[in-house]
């Protein structure tokens, strides 16, 4: 047998392992401890940090809600007893979810929570807000019913005016029912993650500095 | 260092903390909404109208059918003059000075109105009804003229129409080859072929609504419901549904824009008036939008927390010690 050729100089693992990278940016940025603190300051026991939590828990039932009302199929809920309780589901969980979400939002806006690089983050939130009207939106026009039909009927004028109606046709129940059960929840979804995961990175906010305060 | 760049532990140093369960309050909040939303859902229920179809409206108002049949046909529906993106109806477009994207993205969804509505579903049922085959060629052979006559007399006929055994009756006069048409297509509608045949699109699976749900929006029926129902722009009927139950209520602002001026007057002020009041009120709401997210940046805007002492009852804690200090 051959001898081993000698070592060559390589680069070390650390510098070349991109899976080790991703791994220490994460520890570094998002330590699990910020992730899912067990300690917290102590103005953070204030009732408005609820209205995010909230907010969070009404998207999962509406997602919920929404997950069995797809997999039955869009005529399900007219002719089910059933369907029409998960239909209800889906609705008012929606309808708390934008009552939450926009309570969350006037809280964070009278807390100035875009403080000290957070900014961000607010403008993520207001992203969620638009996505989010978009969804429901969408979701109106898929319900099949007279709701639905004067709803697309209203709305071509808003849409076809500015243009939008062209390529997003709200007359075209596919197009909206597809958009209302995939591509527009999956967006949510992911930005809504991605605004929790800026607010562990950073912290919550301190308080407004009575004397004025580090801005933006 | 500045507090942006500052890690937690940097940004916190000095502050006291205080044991935190993030998972307990999560499942607090999971389990609180459930209750509230399963509770709600069980005692309220979810608004379910059933939808208008082409049969519903020509069983239920069989002479606003017809007058709408008659009027794509005349070419003065809404849907007919409508602009982009169904046709290219000169000046029906909203514009506001050089800004006018309806123009921009040209007829997307082509839409004949008298041909979709009218013309093409006859012309399938004219194959067994020499009558109707008839009357169409002799539609189709007129000339504009004639068609524009005997429509605009016909129209004004139907204002005085009698509706008996689900036939719509006028007085007498020159219609052409109008009334057999309108009763073939009146006679389809009412047993629901129209429906179907408004559908067609050489496929077998079909999920697009647009010429039917034009078609209906061309009538006043499905308006009048809507009016009883409160859904209209005028009525704040974005956020209404039907049965009383809340509609798109955080739709509050957009709504707002159509019940104030400029946007319900007919000279409104700087270009924006109730003639392109959609195109006006979007373009309005895509700046608030981002006036609302750009808020960081914004003087004045940014500085309201400061100023409403809000911040002081959200977090009273934190103040609290300070003032007992001074």
Known sequence: MAPASPAVSQPTTEDTNRTLRVRRYIDRTLPMDHLLPDRQPYYVGSWVYVFGVITIAALVWVVVSGVVLSFMGPQWWHVSGLGRFFNSLHFWSTQLFFLFMVLHLWGQYFMASWRDGRAATWLIGVVIFGASILTAFTGYLSQQNFDSQFIAINAKDAMNGAGIGAFFNVLNFGQMYGLHVMLLPITVTFLVAWHIVMVRTRGVVKPIDPEGGSRS | ?326
């Open chain 2, 1 to 326: 260092m500045k507090q942006k760049d500052a890690t937690q532990e940097e940004y916190y140093r000095g502050i006291r903390s205080v044991p935190y369960d993030l998972v307990k309050e999560l499942v607090i909040a999971l389990a609180g909404v459930a209750i509230v939303t399963i509770a709600v859902a069980a005692i309220l229920s979810s608004p379910d109208e059933p939808p208008v179809t082409i049969a519903s409206w020509s069983q239920d108002d069989a002479v606003d059918f017809v007058t709408t049949a008659t009027g794509e046909l005349a070419g003065t529906t809404t849907s007919a003059g409508y602009g982009q993106p169904y046709n290219s109806t000169a000046d029906a477009a909203q514009t506001w000075g050089p800004i006018a994207p309806q123009v921009w993205f040209g007829e997307r969804i082509p839409i004949d109105s008298a041909n979709s509505f009218v013309i093409e579903p006859l012309q399938r049922a004219a194959f067994s009804n020499s009558d109707l085959d008839s009357a169409l060629k002799t539609w189709q052979s007129a000339s504009s003229d004639d068609q524009a006559k005997w429509t605009d007399a016909y129209t004004k006929a139907l204002a005085d129409a009698q509706v008996s055994d689900g036939k719509v009756t006028v007085a007498e006069g020159d219609y052409g080859p109008l009334p057999v048409m309108m009763t073939n297509l009146l006679g389809m509608a009412r047993s629901g072929a129209l429906d179907g045949l408004l559908q067609i699109s050489g496929r077998f699976y079909q999920t697009d609504y647009t010429p039917a749900l034009l078609f209906m929006g061309d009538g006043g029926y499905l308006d009048g419901l809507a009016d009883h129902w409160s859904l209209h722009g005028d009525q704040w009927g974005m956020m209404n549904e039907t049965g009383q139950y809340p509609g798109q209520t955080w739709l509050w602002l957009y709504t707002m824009w159509y019940q104030v001026f400029p946007f319900t007057d007919e000279s409104g002020i700087l270009g924006l008036n109730e003639g392109n009041a959609d195109l006006g009120i979007i373009i309005l709401m895509t700046v608030l939008t981002a006036a609302l997210a750009l808020v960081p940046f914004i003087p004045l805007l940014r500085d309201v927390p400061r100023w409403i002492p809000i911040h002081r009852l959200i977090w009273r804690d934190y103040y609290a010690p300070k003032k007992a200090k001074a």
